[in-house]
């Protein structure tokens, strides 16, 4: 039985089984998830004659929204009050693991995890295991050394692991899945986070400069206080900031916002700008159009926006909301790349991002 262990936001579950489901049968592999309720984890099992590795390696880990990682899976192994290692040895033996796929090994816990002595135990499990594993010619000899995949050990408690491996080029760069961040004490609200983990998740860290340097100009829809536009101006962009609520009064004295008290949907500058972005609270649908409408008007560039998902029908929300965007920048003839991801300073929205190519 093939199965791919998916991580996602605790209360996500579902949305991140449906949407691996249809992505995996849009390639030709079939299968079913089991959420596990609350706890971030979803087994997914295929049903055919494909691999877990089959398909992680046929669909970009990019191209999902509810799934912030995944690692195949080997087995469930039983871990004893003793000589965990030498249980983790066996296991992998028994498995006929092959010692040259990996030069290193991760120990996860569940994002739920409050355990402290779990915790630590992870963080000091790690050093004696990876040495017990390459002495018995499970991990490459050298930890530094090249390797398609790396070993995963997902500890949900002190007498089970999960093992599996993550493959190199198809995994997520952070944790878990998950970028944390440090919130400035300058950032007018934790709104900052968010468009600081969109940029971090979306655009590739070699080309930042060419994103969002150069001085260039920004909209922020729906500004109010300004944790957008705060990172907005930390990237030397000069912002007007859209709301008809009131501005950080720190911010507006950098002199690079213009405040326009005006509501953010109906607004529209009279020259394209580089960015807009939008964190409003409103019906998805609506912001899915607005983005459409700026894009596929040439208003900007590149735009970062939120969808607020409703409690019940997340994954078909987005789904409408995805058909809403694609159609309508196909129907204005432009070329495109579409990215979004439910990111971790996230809650019930997801975060898109939008770059006009031509």
Known sequence: ?????????????????????????????????????????????LGGVETAEDLMSRLPLAELVFVRDWFA??????????????????????QDWRGDRCARLEVRLPETNQ??????????????????????????????????????????DFGTAVVGYSLTENRSPFADGILRLRLSPAAPS????????????????ERWLDYLGGGKKAVDLGAAPGGWTWQLVQQGMMVTAVDNGPMSAELMATGHVEHVEADGYNWRPKRAVDWMVCDIIDKPRRTARLAVDWVGGKLCRYTVFNLKLPMKKR????????????????EAGLNYVLRARHLYHDREEITCFIERLD
């Open 1 to 45: 039985m093939q199965q791919i262990m998916l991580m996602c936001r605790p209360g996500f579950e579902t949305e991140a089984g449906q949407e691996l489901t249809d992505q995996a049968a849009a390639r030709g592999v079939f299968g079913y998830f089991q959420p596990s309720r609350d706890t971030g984890q979803v087994r997914f099992t």
């Open 73 to 94: 899976i080997v087995g469930d192994c039983e871990l004893p009050a003793k000589d965990r290692v030498g249980a983790m040895v066996s296991f992998l033996n028994d």
């Open 115 to 156: 355990d402290k002595d779990l915790g630590n135990f992870a963080r000091k499990w790690v050093a004696p295991l990876s040495r017990g594993l390459r002495d018995a010619g499970l991990l490459k000899p050298d930890a530094g050394g090249r390797a398609t995949a790396r070993l995963e050990i997902l500890l949900n």
């Open 190 to 205: 934790r709104s900052a986070l968010k468009l600081e983990e969109a940029w971090k998740v979306f655009l590739p860290k």
């Open 315 to 330: 994954y078909e929300e987005w789904l409408a909301c995805r058909e809403i965007i694609t159609r309508g920048l196909d």
